[in-house]
């Protein structure tokens, strides 16, 4: 296996330069699909460039690029399906079909149980189905298989970050702090995948009461520059946020992180975040360039994300922008209504939950100005709502499915 596979499997280190020192087919592969995991719309325009340079090559692995890189994802997990149909032992292919999966929250355990069956004390095989298990509520044995999994290959942080779900998705927030703490060494320094394990941490400290010690984890440890890092900050201080807890002026900076992808509205859950950071800084000119970007998106009949954006980004993030405006109302409305296809988000039960959270405290805020004692003030409090429109952050109806 080649070192750039092994680090793609463990999700740790840079398995994107390591591939970039690689020759042959393979390697092409592997940097065309790590490429395309990424959430970054100018990963996915590399892609690009890396599937033309072996597109001729008949190949169902080159087939499956070709269908992401025409951003039709759930056709390339197609694709990989029939690949470990043909060899449930092809690893890249599970582990890109696994990614894919996430991404359009469409969590299944069909896929890895199939290739457990095939390679059943292969560490990576294991993380990946303890992962799927526990997205579809399994998670006594999603728990026991990712600790198999550590027990072959304690550095793999897909196998922590299975555990790490399940502790969370139980209840079992006291055991998630100690047993992280205890195994910290394992996944530490060990780029955006151990970030967001940092996140699952502090989201601990944050349900159990403890907000200092979840801001603490933030400065310390989540101040990473690539794209799920940025997610994962929002992710954090917008919880924050919706309890009322003064943030200071990590918002700010983290919105300045954020203004760079204002624009791209390639992938809905990245603008879902992004809007958080801007809502919460006042950064209301890059909130008007994400809505608009959004708008345009939904107007081109094709490629991916337009419908996820139609159906759940674009008003997902209009509600985030009429919390910050204090119509909460109308916040509560936009997310009220969303179609019970919202999970096809991406990422998740644990992330996706900021919707609902969202929902909840525009309830209460709407219901009541006054605040719990002993939190900071929000800074929205008090206002006089005005609508979105009036701030130039509605823009034109969103338009109805076609037909």
Not at 80 to 102: E, K, M, S, T, W
Not at 259 to 278: E, I, K, Q, R, V
Request: proline share 5%.
């Amino acid at each position: 296996m080649s070192p750039a596979l092994h680090a793609f499997l463990c999700h740790r280190g840079n398995a994107l330069a390591l591939v970039r020192q690689e020759e042959g087919l393979q390697a092409r592969l592997l940097e065309a699909s790590l490429l395309l995991c990424s959430r970054d719309r100018r990963d996915f325009e590399r892609a690009g460039w890396v599937y033309a340079a072996v597109k001729d090559v008949r190949s169902p692995h080159v087939a499956a690029l070709g269908a992401a890189v025409d951003g039709d994802y759930p056709r390339a997990s197609r694709i990989y399906d029939q690949i470990l149909a043909d060899d449930p032992g092809d690893l890249l292919a599970l582990a890109v079909a696994n990614v894919f999966d996430y991404y359009l929250g469409n969590p299944q355990a069909r896929r890895t149980a199939s290739a457990l069956e095939a390679q059943p004390d292969h560490h990576a095989v294991l993380s990946m189905h303890a992962f799927a298990l526990e997205e579809v509520g399994e998670y006594g044995e999603a728990e026991a298989l990712a600790r198999r999994a550590l027990e072959l290959e304690p550095l793999d942080l897909r196998a922590h970050h299975a555990v790490s779900h399940v502790l969370e998705m139980q209840g079992r927030l006291h055991e998630g702090v100690r047993w992280m703490g205890a195994r910290s060494t394992w996944w530490s320094e060990a780029g955006p995948a151990s970030t967001h394990l940092w996140w699952h941490l502090a989201l601990y400290h944050l349900e159990l009461g403890h907000p200092g010690h979840a801001l603490a984890i933030y400065d310390r440890r989540m101040q990473g520059e690539a794209l799920s890092e940025l997610i994962d900050a929002s992710a954090l201080l917008w919880r924050l946020h919706l309890r009322s807890w003064d943030v200071g002026s990590r918002f700010k900076t983290l919105a300045a992180r954020w203004s760079p992808y204002a624009g791209d509205a390639h992938c809905a859950f990245n603008d879902l975040h992004a809007m958080m950071a801007f809502v919460a800084a006042g950064r209301w000119d890059c909130a008007r360039r994400l809505l608009a970007a959004q708008e345009r998106r939904v107007r081109i009949p094709w490629g991916a994300n337009r419908d996820m954006t139609r159906l759940v980004g674009l008003p997902a993030c209009r509600a985030l922008a009429a919390f910050g405006r204090g119509d909460y109302a109308g916040a509560e409305r936009l997310l009220r209504a969303l179609p019970p296809v919202a999970h096809r988000i991406g990422g998740s039960h644990a992330q996706r939950d900021v919707l609902q959270l969202t929902r909840f405290a525009a309830a209460n805020r709407g219901q009541s100005p006054k605040r719990n004692r002993g939190q900071s003030p929000d800074q929205n409090r008090g206002q006089s709502p005005m609508g979105l429109r009036e701030w130039g952050l509605l823009g034109p109806a969103i338009p109805q499915a076609s037909r």
